[in-house]
């Protein structure tokens, strides 16, 4: 528990032993709820997970927005908390981004890694992707945000019943955003967070999702200009 909220950590894995390890061997004990969905590993991720504390959710079906939309359903905490298995966002600014949250009264808080204190941290071409994708994502929402594309998210659950999230892919982390950040019911900000190189091998295909995320968007926002 935190400040009376119980707090859910929903973590999407696919191969992650390594990030996880790191991960849940470093969480904020205040942390009620960790759910790791494991997304047909093929190495250790289930066992160290399952060791350092968690419940693993398998998820036979594949992709990242998927694997957040089953932990959506199984977590139970007022304020969920998400990040990626590869230990590249900092599990000890949870306490930071959850603050802002309660003192400011919002409903969603986004960690915006822009601009990385660590250069290293990013390959130059996913910059520039991510560039690209956030410039789209203001030109069609009309509202300023500096990282469309960021995976760690701390928000109360209540707000789900408000969205409808469809992605079962990488585009759910920007779909879950235009959500937030258009419905006049949910109080969204950005909060910087530091950012740091992946553990684990790269499986983001750079062209094929930067080509889905770019799409996606387009087809998001002309879905909720006629909801």
């Not at 004990?29 to 060791?51: C, H, P």
């Not at 109080?187 to 190189?197: D, G, L, N």
């Amino acid at each position: 528990m935190y400040q009376n909220r119980k707090i859910s950590l929903i973590i999407p894995c696919f191969n992650e032993e390594e990030g996880i390890e790191k991960i849940l061997g470093h969480r904020p004990s205040f942390i009620d709820e960790l759910i790791v969905i494991d997304n047909n590993s093929t190495d250790r991720t289930s066992v160290v997970a399952k060791k350092l504390g968690a419940r693993v959710i398998p998820e036979k079906q594949k992709g990242y927005g998927q694997c957040y939309l089953t932990g959506f359903k199984t977590a139970s905490g007022d304020i969920l908390v998400t990040m990626d298995g590869d230990n590249s966002y900092p599990v000890k600014e949870i306490r930071k981004l959850i603050d802002v949250l309660i003192k400011k009264e919002l409903d969603f808080v986004s960690g915006c890694r822009f601009p990385l204190k660590n250069k290293q941290a990013m390959a130059v071409l996913n910059k520039w992707g991510n560039y690209l994708l956030t410039l789209v994502f203001i030109v069609l929402i009309l509202k300023k945000i500096r990282d469309s594309q960021s995976g760690m998210w701390v928000f109360k659950r209540t707000i789900l019943a408000r969205m409808n999230l469809k992605s079962k892919g990488m585009p759910l982390s920007e779909e879950i955003k235009m959500e937030a950040v258009l419905n006049k019911g949910v109080k969204f900000k950005e909060v910087p967070i530091s950012y740091a190189e992946r553990a684990g091998r790269v499986k983001l295909r750079k062209f094929r999702d930067g080509l889905i995320n770019l799409f996606f968007l387009f087809k998001k926002r002309i879905e909720l200009m006629f909801k």
